[in-house]
Antibody, heavy 121, light 107 residues
Framework: QVQLVQSGAEVKKPGASVRVSCKTSGYTFTRYGINWVRQAPGQGLEWMGWISTGNGNTNYAQRLQGRVTMTTDTSTATAYMELRGLTSDDTAVYYC??????????????WGQGSLVTVSS | EIVLTQSPATLSVSSGERAALSCRTSQPINSNLAWYQQKPGQAPRLLIYGASTRATDFPPRFSGSGSETEFTLIISRVDSEDFAVYYCQQYHDWPFTFGQGTKLEIK
């Protein structure tokens, strides 16, 4: 069965960077893109960006451009999201979510369990 | 960026009643809209894609409709397990965006 297992909770100081991993299994990694979505405490969902696991192409949310980098390691079927220059506004649960189909962004049927990132001095 | 506006912010219904949730987009998006259900402490679950195609995990009391800029999620007879927050999301154009959510609560 399809599984996305994310790395554990992190506590970071303002200005630091964080890298969240998303290890996948149960399907061919390179055939489905990975999205990253975050949710601040008590708030809604915010789409952060997408990476093609086939060729590494990315699309990022404009407000995060320059601070976020999404990468993959095809040898371990793992996706990564790095966010730099952290502020308290980046405190959130970060999710990875797989595309529904091959070159098909029509919804995200599979999600990781979420990784809580807390930014605090 | 395409902005999604969901209404109402909170919808109070009794079990067995019908619930209608709205999602409006700032630009036409054909049928490139998904709906998600999220319960506290859980990841979102894909409920509807293509504006009206129900995911296999969900019962037929859930239905989606609409196109271009106006979309609706209908729960024909709300069950106790349906109380949650519902989000719409467009995948018509980058950046993909979510609505702010509608909380379905027990009346």
């Amino acid at each position: 069965q399809v599984q996305l297992v994310q790395s554990g909770a992190e506590v970071k100081k303002p200005g630091a960077s964080v890298r969240v991993s998303c290890k996948t299994s149960g399907y061919t990694f390179t055939r489905y893109g990975i999205n990253w979505v975050r949710q601040a405490p008590g708030q809604g969902l915010e789409w952060m960006g997408w990476i093609s696991t086939g060729n590494g192409n990315t699309n990022y949310a404009q407000r995060l451009q320059g601070r976020v980098t999404m990468t993959t390691d095809t040898s371990t079927a793992t996706a990564y999201m790095e966010l730099r220059g952290l502020t308290s506004d980046d405190t959130a649960v970060y999710y990875c979510a797989r595309d529904r189909g091959f070159e098909d962004n029509s919804g995200f049927p599979f999600w990781g369990q979420g990784s809580l990132v807390t930014v605090s001095s | 960026e395409i902005v999604l506006t969901q209404s109402p912010a909170t919808l109070s219904v009794s079990s067995g009643e019908r619930a209608a949730l709205s999602c409006r987009t700032s630009q036409p998006i054909n049928s490139n809209l998904a709906w998600y259900q999220q319960k506290p402490g859980q990841a979102p679950r894909l409920l509807i894609y293509g504006a009206s195609t129900r995911a296999t995990d969900f019962p037929p009391r859930f239905s989606g409709s609409g196109s271009e800029t106006e979309f609706t999620l209908i729960i024909s007879r709300v069950d106790s397990e349906d109380f949650a927050v519902y989000y719409c999301q467009q995948y018509h154009d980058w950046p993909f965006t979510f609505g702010q959510g509608t909380k379905l609560e027990i009346k």
